[in-house]
């Protein structure tokens, strides 16, 4: 289907203590595909990422991005988080060049590609504001810059639109695919919602829980570029139906686990 | 909306310098005043001795002789090079000791007992014991302020640094930071709002400690112009040292805030 592999997972097995967060995770994924995580709470999702980005280790098994096995975090990738983790100290421009600070980086090139990623991100003319001075929705775009202003080779992002409201998280979308097409990133997005997976995605992974494993793989034909009236096309509403009764069951045992808390 | 119209509604946007200035400050000006006439007429009025109380007219009156004999600069030179002696020794020793406190779990077990024990102890109450053993110079002074600004420092620096948000530090992680880069881009400007907090709340303590020590004994500054104004019942001295010393206080702190505001501008809400 690909022309090369990028990222490649092998036997990927995660226990903290005695419960086991991944089961054997074997997949690959191709150069600038974008793939979509989806599944209940408590499926690893979010670990498989952490690991992935080198953030957490592996208990068995290995990945490699591009031959080369993941053993820590690395400026080859790069990672929004779910909170937008901005320096509330550093002002919008210092905060999206942090990582190639941190590599001491200094090039006329690399401030060209901030600059040029402040603009991409819809957010030129306010380099010089204050993370506090923005909204929810600028915040998340200047944590999407900073992952990209290191240049990476894959991009993971972990529910980064869940903390916004539904209408500014649909425009997040299309502008997420608008930025995407420009360089073809390979990207893993991790989600709680099929709906965001399904119009973001080449393959949308279904993981399961109790041990957290991937299910299945799902691939979406869908023409690009999408725009959001896609949402409405019953090809779009037959694939979320699709992915939504592979977990339903899932769902709502972690649900019922969740209210007994 | 006729031009008229315009520049009406224009005026009424942009009240008078004046009138925004008494919007701000009205209230606070407004209560200082009422609070002075109260006095002024409690002690002309109803303090039948002037050995109990000194109006404000009087204490005002005083310090023009203080002024022109020169002795009012002298007392207030003296504690001045105290509480800056003292204080400075005291903030730069504080914060060392804080940063060694949270960076390694043996010093935080070793020193940890002695710093909860000592901030808890009113060290002000071992004044005399320094005069006995440093003397009724101002060094005696000194040590007494050190003692009792260091442990608010020390204490603020320690939970600043301990209180890193650890969000932030795994994001900087994700780009690959060292220890080193964690400390310097997150750690340190996250604790800097408690650094000036500790450095803040020192400041009353340190002017306390000041008199505080000169009353046990000194040969000059605002405390020993306080005392030597009881002992002589001298009430409007006397209101004079503890005035130049609540302006001090007022000065330094909003001052400090001032500062704070332009170096730490993120540790506001």
Known sequence: ?261 | MSIDAIQRSERRESPGLLRKWASRHGWAVGSVVTGLAIWEIAARGFVASKLFLASPSQIVAAIGPLWRSGELQVHFYTSALEFVLGYGAACILGIALGFLIASSRRCKQALQPWVSGLYATPTVALAPLFILWFGVGIFSKIVVVALLVIFPVIINTETGLRQTPQNLVETVRSFGASRRQIFYMVSLPAALPFIFAGLRLGIGRGLIGVVVAELFGARAGLGQLIQQSAETFNMPALFVGVVVLAVAGIVLTSGFVWLEKRLVPWGQD
Not at chain 1, 74 to 101: A, K, T
Request: proline content about 4%; some cysteine; charged content about 25%.
């Open chain 1, 1 to 261: 289907m690909e022309a090369s592999v990028k990222l490649t997972v092998s036997g990927l097995t995660k226990r903290f203590g005695d419960l086991e967060v991944l089961r054997q995770i074997n997949t690959s994924i191709g150069k600038g595909e974008f793939i979509s995580i989806v599944g209940p709470s408590g499926c690893g999702k979010t670990t498989f990422l952490r690991i992935v980005g080198g953030l957490e280790s592996a208990s068995a098994g290995t990945v490699s991005l591009d031959g080369r096995v993941i053993d820590g975090p690395g400026r080859d990738r790069g990672f929004v988080f779910q909170q937008d983790n901005l320096l509330p100290w550093r002002d919008i421009l210092s905060n999206v060049g942090i990582g190639s600070e941190i590599a001491g980086i200094r090039t006329p090139e690399q401030r060209a590609l901030t600059q040029h990623l402040l603009e991409l991100v819809g957010l030129k003319g306010f380099e010089h504001y204050y993370p506090r001075q923005l909204s929810g929705g600028m915040r998340q775009r200047v944590n999407l810059a900073r992952a990209l202003a290191v240049n990476p080779d894959l991009l993971l992002m972990d529910e980064p639109f869940s903390a916004l409201d539904a209408q500014t998280r649909e425009i997040m979308q299309t502008e997420l695919l608008r930025i995407w097409e420009e360089g073809r990133k390979t990207v893993l997005f991790v989600t709680h919602q099929i709906d965001e997976a399904v119009f973001l995605s080449d393959r949308v992974f279904v993981f399961a829980r109790r041990p957290g494993r991937l299910q299945e793989i799902i691939g979406i034909d869908l023409p690009r570029p999408r725009a959001l009236a896609i949402k409405r096309t019953p090809e779009f509403v037959a694939l979320v139906d699709r992915i939504w009764k592979l977990i339903e069951h899932d769902v709502r045992a972690s649900v019922i686990e969740e209210h007994a808390l």
